[in-house]
């Protein structure tokens, strides 16, 4: 039975437990990462934590943990729950208040860190490409919440990945308030024209994804062109290529969106070519 970190100690999955007063639960006022553990390893660990950090700062979330403690933390989590690969949820909730809003009213944070197994999209999909539709819900405004916080309420996401399965398939693209590509609604996009990679830039409502981040890095090093830019349905549909990319779905194809072929209608050379940097690097 998985093992759950709550506040520095260790809780089996049935026992694991959260109040219902705290303002995570309530109103989903907290940050999260979601990180890979490969061969008994956490993947990119200093990322994850940086970034939980720059959420939690944003939204003025004082986490009571220094990054080492934290990052001790999560070893511990993974140690204690005896995976060699699996997945992890860090969760910084606001903590325990009143029924209103005001945060004031809360008490210490509560660091929770959930180590699991995890479900990939089928193995077809890898082989084959996935089909994905673009959503009507856009992307949350910049100015109204920031879509790179990764915090709590998902909500935006969860109305579009709603549309994903009206359509019957696995993801939605969506678009920000100005029309553009923003992300998928748990996966970053990229698309490859003229033998460049492509991808939305951090400004167009993208969260910085860290295997985003590592796939732009395998690109350069393997010298690919690479391009953060702004990208229209017109680009996604007159892509030679077009793949997703995030901690859980890792690099999958994608060979259709919104009913039209992409490219060959198979997966293309750079993303294979990614994927089998990124499984090296990931696994070594």
């Known amino acids: 039975m998985p093992r759950v970190w709550i506040n520095g100690k260790l809780y089996d999955k049935a026992e694991a437990r959260v109040n219902v007063y705290d303002h995570g639960f309530l109103y989903g006022d907290g940050v ?7 061969s008994r390893k956490v993947f990119k660990l200093r990322e994850h934590i940086d970034r ?9 979330l004082q986490i009571p943990l220094s990054r080492e403690e934290m990052t001790q933390a999560v070893l511990q ?22 029924l209103g809003l005001d945060p004031r009213t ?12 995890i479900s990939l999209y089928p193995q077809e999909m890898y082989e084959k490409g996935m089909e994905v539709v673009t959503a009507a ?11 790179r916080i990764k915090s709590l309420n998902y909500l935006n996401n969860i109305l579009a990945k709603l549309e994903a399965i009206r359509a019957g398939v696995p993801e939605a693209i969506m678009l920000n308030h100005l029309g553009e590509v923003a992300e998928c609604t748990a996966d970053n996009i990229f698309l490859v024209k003229g033998g460049v990679l492509r991808t939305p830039h951090r400004n167009a409502g993208t969260l910085e994804g860290i295997t985003r981040n590592t796939v732009l890095d395998l690109a350069r090093a393997a010298g690919i062109p690479t391009e953060e830019c702004i990208l229209t349905r017109h680009d996604v549909y007159g892509a030679d ?13 994608v060979t259709r969106v919104d009913a039209r072929v992409i490219g060959s209608g198979r997966p ?11 499984h090296a690097l990931a696994r070594e």
């Open 77 to 98: 989590a993974v140690q204690a729950n005896s995976l060699d690969n699996g997945y992890i949820r860090l969760v910084v909730t606001r903590g325990v208040g009143n």
């Open 241 to 253: 290529e077009c793949f997703l990319t995030g901690t859980g779905a890792e690099i999958v194809p």
């Open 268 to 278: 293309g050379p750079i993303t294979h070519q990614l994927r089998e940097r990124y």
């Open 137 to 147: 819900t856009i992307r949350n405004h910049p100015n109204a919440l920031n879509p």
């Open 32 to 38: 999260f990462e979601g990180l890979r553990i490969y």
């Open 106 to 117: 809360c008490s210490e944070p509560q660091v929770i860190i959930i180590v699991d197994g």
């Open 52 to 60: 939980l950090y720059d959420s939690a700062n944003h939204i003025a």
